[in-house]
């Protein structure tokens, strides 16, 4: 079976601070991978999306970036945060378009 | 452009009642479109989805969706609602040409009373 583990599950940073943030995906090769943003209680904004290792497009600019360095894994990082950067950053697989998509149990940043 | 629109921010009923949540879109093709619920505190899960073939689609916990093409919309029902179903609610499209993208619509607050 898949599954999917972010890394993560909270954290409290500094704004101007790096951060990292990690996603590994076990039991399927080659997986669409796919970073969201939901702030509280809010709608979800797609960030980045891979179809394949080392290929990452953008979808919308928040000063974030995402590499894929292995198939398993979808990495979203950023030298200096910004407090619009709090929320709630959620990753998720996909076998293929149209598929279902299965989303991690996400983490959650507070920055201040 | 796609776009998905849930135009109820918020719903309340009663244990027992039937549910319905709208959901319209707009694209040019015809789409793939999802239903996800996500509890308080937790991700998101996948509820059903409907991409080609029977309009009517059902899901897990019960939950069917029906596509309308003739209004562009694809509601999320189920009878009786139970209040274990308070959630927020997430309809979403992917269009066979759109690189991609998921576009998801705004959410809509679920509350069921006991």
């Known amino acids: 079976a898949q599954t999917i583990h972010q890394w993560p599950v909270a954290e409290i940073k500094a704004v101007g601070s790096p951060l990292s943030l990690g996603c590994t995906i076990k039991?399927?090769?080659?997986?669409?991978l796919y970073w969201y943003w939901q702030a509280t209680g809010g709608t979800l904004q797609q960030l980045f999306y891979?179809?394949?290792?080392?290929?990452v497009e953008s979808v919308v600019q928040l000063n974030l970036s995402a590499s894929r360095p292995k198939d398993d894994q979808f990495i979203l990082s950023t030298e200096k945060l910004l407090l619009s950067h709090s929320g709630f950053y959620l990753c998720?697989?996909?076998?293929?378009?149209?598929?279902?998509?299965?989303f991690g149990s996400g983490t959650r940043l507070l920055v201040i | 452009a796609q776009s998905v629109d849930q135009p109820d921010a918020h719903v309340t009923l009663s244990e027992g009642a039937s549910l319905e949540l709208r959901c319209s879109y707009s694209y040019s093709a015809a789409p793939y479109l999802f239903w996800y619920v996500q509890y308080p505190g937790q991700s998101l899960q996948f509820l059903l989805k409907y991409i080609t073939g029977d309009t009517v689609v059902k899901g897990t916990k019960g939950f069917e969706a029906e596509f309308r093409k003739s209004n562009s919309s694809f509601n999320l029902k189920k009878s009786p609602a139970h209040w274990s179903d308070s959630a927020k609610y997430f309809c979403?499209?992917?269009?066979?040409?759109?690189?991609?993208?998921?576009?998801f619509g705004d959410g809509t607050q679920l509350v069921v009373k006991p």
């Open positions: 039991g399927k090769s080659s997986p669409n």
């Open positions: 979403a499209l992917e269009g066979p040409n759109s690189n991609n993208r998921i576009f």
């Open positions: 891979s179809i394949t290792v080392g290929q």
């Open positions: 998720a697989w996909s076998q293929q378009s149209n598929s279902d998509y299965t």
